[in-house]
């Protein structure tokens, strides 16, 4: 494929993503409702911290079940969706609207930035302006769970996006695998973020405008490099080891009912590089144990592809069960601080590897460099890696989130 017509599919994507038919309120019972969430975390001023419709600070947008009640013992499950490239939270209002009437859970769409990519931005090693994936799995969560009683046990966590959305959803999903169980990619641009196609695609972005400052190198870093390897959801295979995985795309030729958007052929070749990369994506995480269900259907980079995607997820089930503690699992990692399977862990000094710990029943090993702590019940540990230790009884994190 010509350089020339993947920097176009990639302009078009960006202006499809924009584009949201505002839908009037129908017969749906649910509830919405919107706060502000300002934090340190995220400079608005900088490339990949603006805001869509020039807001100042993020927003999200909550989705509440019919009959919610605050007080709730049990519970409710939790949905968080994360919108595509040139768009926000609002992107979101017309799918509550249409496809989760009767919903028994809580959807939470929080703004990620017009480009903001789902990821700490490398931004020449200072790893943050903006830290989306601190805020959204630090800070976002965090005042969720305070507002709302949200149910316990992975099961019932699930993530799901569109486009960038959906390569924000697999990084988070494979970040934080203990907490959600379920991941659902809606044409996610791209599982590879080590590929050609994505350092193409992300450079080229300035040339639709509105997206100055953003580039591959500011993002991810050098393409070869640890840190773009350690947020790749493809690089981190390892960690989807217990997920419920539904990845989706068109193959780029339009479907019979949709009818022709103004860059049709444009929208067909974004959609069509997605696609190429879907199996090769649920192929190396299904050999990592994860459950995976991969489609391709016809379809463009558009929302008719999305949104009959979205009623495919809902009878796939975002919140099916899946193992709530394994003793068997892997996890690669570039983060500083975070939490896997119940131990929470932090590095003495941001690390220059992509650290990678296992666990197999008692046993805990770990390559890599550097220092790291890691806690989990009354557990202590303070070790150097590499490292293969035996966890006592007092290590095992069963019970803890």
Known sequence: MRQSNFVS???????????????????????????????????????????????????????LPDGFNRKSKKGYPVLYLLHGANGGTDSWIPTFERFFENFKGIVV?????????????????????????????????RE????????????????????????GTLRYAAMLPGYFGAAVGLSPAVPD???QAAQIGINVLPLAGGAEGVSYDAVFGPPDGYWA?????????????????????????????????????????????????????ADAV???????????????????????????????????????????WAYRTVATSGEMWGFHFRFAKPSTVVAGLRRNGKRLAASGSGRVRLTGLKCRLNLKLPFKVKLGRKCNPVGKR
């Open 229 to 281: 390897e350690g947020n790749s959801p493809m690089a981190l295979a390892p960690n989807f080891g217990h997920t419920r995985i539904y990845v989706t795309a068109g193959d780029g030729t339009n479907c019979p009912q949709d009818p022709e958007t103004p860059n049709l052929s444009l929208d067909a070749l974004t959609e069509s590089q997605i696609s190429a990369q879907i199996e090769p994506f």
């Open 9 to 63: 599919a990639v302009l078009a994507g960006a202006v499809v993503l924009a584009l949201v038919l505002v839908v009037p309120r129908g017969a749906s019972a649910g509830q919405a409702r919107s706060f502000g969430l300002p934090s340190p975390l995220v400079d608005i001023n900088a490339p990949g911290g603006r805001l869509a419709d020039g807001r100042t600070a993020p927003k999200v947008n909550v989705y």
């Open 193 to 195: 973020m080590q590929s």
């Open 286 to 328: 299904r050999a990592r144990g994860a459950d995976v269900t991969a489609v391709i259907t016809c379809g463009v980079h558009t929302f008719g592809v999305w949104d009959r995607a979205i009623v495919a997820a809902r009878k796939w089930g975002f919140f099916r069960p899946v193992a709530e503690h394994p003793v068997k």
């Open 109 to 141: 769409a929080p703004d990620g930035g017009v480009f903001g990519m789902y990821v700490n931005w490398w931004n020449g090693g200072k790893r943050a302006g903006p830290a989306w994936a601190s805020y959204h799995l630090g800070v976002l969560r």
């Open 144 to 167: 969720i769970e305070r507002r709302y009683p949200i149910r316990k046990g992975r099961r019932w966590h699930a993530i799901g996006g569109i486009s960038m959305g959906g390569q």
